[in-house]
Structure formats: structure tokens, C-alpha cells
């Protein structure tokens, strides 16, 4: 295992991980290797190419002004969210992109960014190629990057997806599959969360793990609450308005939906925290990729649920949580896929709920076996679920699928924490199959908009 926790909880941008803060890492990485091969002073025009879906709904995530900064040395978790919103605008009043800052060169959008809408390069969907000429028109530099979900971004040399992280760091409990996981749990006597802790002090002490923990749940918890301070409609053409803003001060309010059932009322307050951060995702705000930004609202709706709604919630509880949701995620990277572009949403919303599942369960004393059955509760009834943003934008079904995935998730673990963790179908099981379905899935289904919800509506 080579993915870390920090790797799966990325501090970023919206509104997309796959299209915005992948394409932005995938050119950064781009920029410093013409300077690293000096190359960087002879560079007269950058050309990107962008293939698969960032092609087919690039401009609707945000992947054009993304590219851009990253050329000019921007990273997706301290670039101004602001700055990155309005970089076309100020590119059409100076076509010019300043290469890390340093190397200054003309950057035409017809010409030198391209959206290929129908091709795709090899590997994996969300394929981008960058190519560096000299004054002379002669290419000095051509690399393809792959962005492959959750903003992890590998160059042309991997060879697919697998390959995510080049760390062959020994760990003290490796695992590839649910079932090693779980056989390390009952071998050591551990919980999930303290293999995840365990494993983690390879790279980094415990007290900056806990450390880097909650700062990932400030950054959530800020998220929220710009999420819920801000109205008015979201861009892109759509005019979606928010909703977050209103239903928080109604639920203040006590004007709640509860006249079907007060006992519902926690419904009403984790559909808010999921609304709150996905609108400030598809604003293009500053958002935690968990393990994506298309599903950044699940587990802070649940996490937020958690300390609100739990008698016995504390610190501690946060961090086994995350420590939880974590390890599942990484299984589900591993043995899956987190892309929509790839799987579909299953692997993007589905994701994201079995790693709040397991991690509520983890946080409110389930045991490994609960929390697998938490997870494979929240995923098994996410399966088939397809990628079809309306419009290429990450709005609708995208905002309320977060709302309806957290409540799933609460109710998984529920489930599941009724229970002694025996069950008939196992996670590693409903990951095999959310893999195998995803291949079967058409093209069209797959973050393209090319089919399902975002053809069948009429756009105004």
C-alpha cells in the first residue's frame, strides 16, 4: 500500500479534483520540468491538450483556468480560489502565461488549449498532453499526464492507473484487500484505525498525523460555514441557485421540513452540511477532496453529524474517524476506482459513502467487522450509478446526490452497528464488482455528458 491519508484527503478547489486540481498539478509538474531540463528560457508557446472527459466537460469544471495556473506555479491547496476563477478574464485582457513565475510567453485559449472532445489517449480517460515549442515552432518537450480521480495525476510512463504513488516505504501492516485489513485487526489485536495510525508514523510522527487531521477538519468545518453564509446562483450558466443559505436559516428558524417527522430533524441538518460544501465546490471555493471534490460534502455532512448529533462525540473520535475512512478509501482506490470518468459516480458518491459509513462506525465503537459492514452497506447500494453532470457542470445531479449519499451513509452505519458484522457480501466483493461494472459501463454514463440526466432536460 502506498497511498497515504493525506493522499486521499487533499486540501483543494472545486469544483471538480479530476478536472481542476488534477489538470492544475499535471501542469505545474509540466512547467518545473522544463525548467529542471532548462528548458525553460527557450520556451516560446505552451499547447495543451485536453482528451476523454476533461475534453468532453473541461470547460464546465474549471480545467481551462486550472491549466493555466498550474503553468504559472500554482498548488490546489494554497491557490486563491479567487485568483483561479477570475485567471480567463484577466487571459483575455493579457494573453500571456508566466511560466512558475519566471518566464514570461503569448498563450492564445483557441490555439494553445484545446478540447478534444471525442478522443481519448491510452490508459485512462482523463488523459492531458503539454507540449513545449521553440521560437523556431520545433517541439522542445511533450509529456501526457493522466489525471485518474481524487487529483492524483501520473505521467505518461504508468502504465494505467495502478501505479499512484511512487513510495515503496515498508509498512508495518501492509494491506491490498479488506481481508488483510481485517486479519491484521484480529492478529495485533488493532482497530482500523490504529493499523492506519501505525502505518502512517512511517512518514510522520503521530502528533503531526493528528496534527494534519484536524487541520483537514477545519478547512471542512470553514467549508461549511462559507457554504451555508453564501446564496445567490452558482456559475455556469445553469443558474442553479443555492440552497444551503436559506434551509440554514429556516432550520435556525425552526421552520423545518420536521412537520413529516420531528424525528427526522438530524436529516435536515446533514442535508444542509452536504448542500453547504458542494455548492462551495461548484462556486469553485476552497473544499477537502474525500475522496473527490464531485463527492467533497459526504463525509464532513457525516463527520459534522457526528460531533453534533453523537453524545460521546470528541476529538479522538474525529480522528479515528478520518483514520477509518481513510483505509476504505484507499481500498477503494486500489481494488476500484474513485473516478468518475472511470467507474462512474459509484466509484466517486459510493466511495465516499462507504468511507463515512466505516468511519461513523468506527467513531461510535463499531467493531472492524461492523465497519466493513458498514461500508459494504453504504457501497453495495451505490453500484451502477452513473456520471452524467448536466450541462459538464458539477451541479446537478452532483449537489443533492452528496445530500442523499450522507444520509445513506448514517443509515449504513446504523445498520450495521445493529448488527455483529457477520453479512452475506463481503467489501472486497462489492469493490470487485463496482470495478466490473464500471468496464461494462458506457462511455457516455462516465462524466462525458454525453448521456443519462445530461441529455434528457431541456436547457434554457
Given at each position: 500500500m502506498a497511498i497515504s491519508l493525506f493522499d486521499m484527503f487533499k486540501v483543494g478547489i472545486g469544483p471538480s479534483s479530476s478536472h481542476t486540481v488534477g489538470p492544475m498539478e499535471a501542469a505545474r509538474?509540466?512547467?518545473?520540468?522544463?525548467?529542471r531540463e532548462d528548458l525553460l528560457a527557450r520556451v516560446a508557446r505552451v499547447r495543451v491538450e485536453l482528451f476523454g472527459s476533461l475534453g468532453a466537460t473541461g470547460k464546465g469544471h474549471?480545467?481551462?483556468p486550472a491549466v493555466i495556473v498550474g503553468l504559472e506555479g500554482e498548488r490546489a491547496d494554497q491557490v486563491d480560489p479567487e485568483c483561479v476563477a477570475s485567471r480567463m478574464?484577466?487571459?483575455?485582457?493579457?494573453?500571456n502565461v508566466h511560466l512558475l513565475g519566471e518566464h514570461t510567453i503569448p498563450f492564445d485559449v483557441r490555439d494553445d488549449l484545446i478540447y478534444n472532445r471525442h478522443d481519448s489517449l491510452p490508459y485512462h480517460p482523463n488523459g492531458m498532453t503539454c507540449t513545449a515549442f521553440d521560437p523556431q515552432g520545433q517541439i522542445c518537450s511533450e509529456?501526457?499526464?493522466?489525471?485518474?480521480?481524487?487529483?492524483?495525476?501520473?505521467?505518461?510512463?504508468?502504465?494505467?492507473?495502478?501505479?499512484?504513488?511512487?513510495?515503496?516505504?515498508?509498512?508495518?501492516?501492509?494491506?491490498?484487500?479488506?481481508?488483510?485489513?481485517?486479519?491484521?485487526?484480529?492478529?495485533?489485536?488493532?482497530?482500523?484505525?490504529?493499523?492506519m495510525m501505525a502505518n502512517e508514523?512511517?512518514?510522520?510522527?503521530?502528533?503531526?498525523?493528528?496534527?494534519?487531521?484536524?487541520?483537514?477538519?477545519?478547512?471542512?468545518?470553514?467549508?461549511?460555514?462559507?457554504?451555508?453564509?453564501?446564496?445567490?446562483?452558482?456559475?455556469?450558466?445553469?443558474?442553479?441557485?443555492?440552497?444551503?443559505?436559506?434551509?440554514?436559516?429556516?432550520?435556525?428558524?425552526?421552520?423545518?421540513?420536521?412537520?413529516?417527522?420531528?424525528?427526522?430533524?438530524?436529516?435536515?441538518?446533514?442535508?444542509?452540511?452536504?448542500?453547504?460544501?458542494?455548492?462551495?465546490?461548484?462556486?469553485?471555493?476552497?473544499?477537502?477532496?474525500?475522496?473527490?471534490?464531485?463527492?467533497?460534502?459526504?463525509?464532513?455532512?457525516?463527520?459534522?453529524?457526528?460531533?453534533?448529533?453523537?453524545?460521546?462525540?470528541?476529538?479522538?473520535?474525529?480522528?479515528?474517524?478520518?483514520?477509518?475512512a481513510g483505509?476504505?478509501?484507499?481500498?477503494?482506490?486500489?481494488?476500484?476506482?474513485?473516478?468518475?470518468?472511470?467507474?462512474?459516480?459509484?466509484?466517486?458518491?459510493?466511495?465516499?459513502?462507504?468511507?463515512?459509513?466505516?468511519?461513523?462506525?468506527?467513531a461510535t465503537g463499531g467493531s472492524p467487522d461492523q465497519i466493513e459492514n458498514a461500508a459494504e452497506v453504504g457501497l453495495e447500494h451505490h453500484l451502477g450509478m452513473t456520471c452524467d453532470p448536466i450541462g459538464g457542470l458539477v451541479q446537478i445531479p452532483c449537489i443533492e446526490?452528496?445530500?442523499?449519499?450522507?444520509?445513506?451513509?448514517?443509515?449504513?452505519?446504523v445498520i450495521a452497528m445493529r448488527g455483529d458484522g457477520k453479512h452475506y457480501v463481503s467489501l472486497d466483493k462489492v469493490l470487485r464488482t463496482m470495478r466490473e461494472t464500471g468496464r461494462d459501463m458506457l462511455d457516455k454514463y462516465k462524466e462525458t455528458s454525453r448521456g443519462g440526466l445530461a441529455v434528457n432536460i431541456i436547457e434554457c
Open positions: 509538474r509540466f512547467a518545473e520540468s522544463l525548467k474549471g480545467t481551462g478574464e484577466r487571459l483575455q485582457e493579457s494573453p509529456k501526457s499526464y493522466y489525471s485518474v480521480g481524487g487529483g492524483f495525476v501520473v505521467d505518461e510512463n504508468a502504465t494505467g492507473a495502478e501505479r499512484i504513488v511512487e513510495d515503496d516505504t515498508p509498512l508495518p501492516y501492509p494491506f491490498d484487500s479488506v481481508k488483510t485489513l481485517l486479519e491484521h485487526c484480529r492478529n495485533h489485536q488493532r482497530s482500523i484505525a490504529e493499523v508514523r512511517v512518514r510522520r510522527s503521530e502528533s503531526e498525523i493528528r496534527s494534519e487531521i484536524l487541520h483537514i477538519w477545519e478547512v471542512m468545518q470553514a467549508c461549511v460555514q462559507n457554504g451555508i453564509h453564501n446564496d445567490g446562483e452558482l456559475p455556469g450558466g445553469l443558474k442553479v441557485r443555492r440552497r444551503a443559505a436559506s434551509l440554514y436559516q429556516s432550520l435556525n428558524d425552526k421552520q423545518r421540513v420536521d412537520l413529516i417527522s420531528p424525528a427526522l430533524s438530524a436529516m435536515d441538518w446533514i442535508n444542509l452540511y452536504a448542500l453547504a460544501v458542494n455548492e462551495e465546490n461548484a462556486a469553485g471555493g476552497r473544499v477537502v477532496t474525500a475522496p473527490t471534490n464531485g463527492a467533497a460534502g459526504i463525509i464532513p455532512a457525516v463527520l459534522h453529524y457526528y460531533v453534533g448529533f453523537c453524545p460521546q462525540a470528541n476529538e479522538e473520535g474525529i480522528i479515528c474517524f478520518m483514520l477509518t483505509a476504505i478509501g484507499i481500498l477503494c482506490k486500489e481494488n476500484a476506482s474513485i473516478s468518475g470518468a472511470e467507474v462512474g459516480c459509484q466509484g466517486e458518491v459510493g466511495s465516499a459513502c462507504a468511507m463515512a459509513a466505516a468511519g461513523l462506525a468506527a446526490r452528496n445530500a442523499i449519499a450522507s444520509v445513506k451513509a448514517v443509515n449504513a452505519a
